[in-house]
């Protein structure tokens, strides 16, 4: 008999009704407003320099004069003064903190952040609840690939341990030794959820094939698919996930997460947006130039400001990612906020007037027999572009003529963005330009080389 858990894991703050929210996060912001003025030595610089104090914010509308903070700031501020946190720690190094760990890099050198024992207590409530609402449950067992170095690590640990989950975090680099050790785990103990980004879930999936194991059956006892995990999660990755590993794309969540903020959010079963969770994060979009507040469904910065930590609490956190929002209470029966992420500014293209991101391009070319994830666009001249220029690793075992193909992604980008496409095919993903372990989506061929 299948055992019939509760929906949510704390429904009296998931389900807490909108009004009742915003009285509580203005509560908080008020509060970690106060404590950063009097205990960051950066942001009590900022308040200063910016001629703003926590006095004169009584509303979320007076909230607009804070100014915004970036990463560059932090880590200007750290080669100026030689503080490994910028500035931002607010609590005695001896005293109070018990982990310190570091942001991936993704724009530039890593950030560092740390946790006091009660900022981890709470964080990990954060992580129990989306985790729950994902579909993990007591007596689940999980294999991950994890990056012991990251922020979220020990969030994730405490995460399970609390819910009762058996759980094997190993090294998560797509390395072959590694991968094969991880296939060795799976066969032993037939996982339930399998989690990580989409890279590490593809290299389990080679060594499957490298060393003669059916990767469907070793996924026979997988209920869900964890993933993402700094990748946006398109149709087709989700396509693909379901191809290989048998588990339908309804139970392939996403889930992700910013390392300076402490904040991490995930999918529901609607699959209609990323939740947040409002009584810890306040979340906004705001212009990526004026910084205004825009209206909800909008594009533009997601912002984030950390409600409860106190070792490395930030303040107005611009994210670098556009997206939008929505606070309209989810099919699920939450009420805190959805987030849809659309991707890094820096990589977004301009195309007859008209801003598109890669996860567009990659939703939009999902249908097209052949067309897969892994592709880079070209911008081969200043903005505005006439035409998507675009070089794709192709499935050829779904594509039976490449000029079919070709005019096939050109008559679907015509009709997705009204631009045609030129594709060139490469033969291999390792033909495609990479940063780190993911493929450049975007190269600027007008910038000297």
Known sequence: MVKKWKKFWNEEIETMPKDELKNLQLKKLLAQLDYVYHYSKFYNKKFREAGVSPDDIKSFSDFDKVPMTYKDEIRAERDKTGDPFGGTLCTPLSDEIITIHASTGTTGLPTIFAYTREDLTVASEQEIRLKWMRGWRPGDFAIGGAFRWHGYIPIHFLGVDRIGIKSVGDCGYPLPNIMDKHIQIMKTFKPTILAGPTLYIYALVEAAKRLGEDFKKLCENVRIIDTGYGDIVTKTVKRKLEDETGIPVDRVYDFGGIADPLWYFGDCEMHAGLHSCDDLFLVEIRDPRTHEPVAEGERGEIVVTNLFAKATPVIKWGAEDIGFISTEKCGCGRTHTRVTFLGREAFAV????????????????????????????????????????????????????ENEFKKAISEKAMESFGAEAEVEIAKSISELPFLGHKVQKLVDLTKKT
Do not use: H, Q, R
């Open 350 to 401: 301009n195309i007859k007037g008209k801003v598109i991101f890669p996860s567009e391009v990659e939703n939009a070319l999902a249908d097209v027999p052949g067309f897969t994830e892994w592709f880079t666009i070209y911008k081969y001249k200043p903005f505005p572009l006439d035409k998507l220029k675009i070089k794709i690793a192709v499935d050829f075992t779904k594509v039976k003529d």
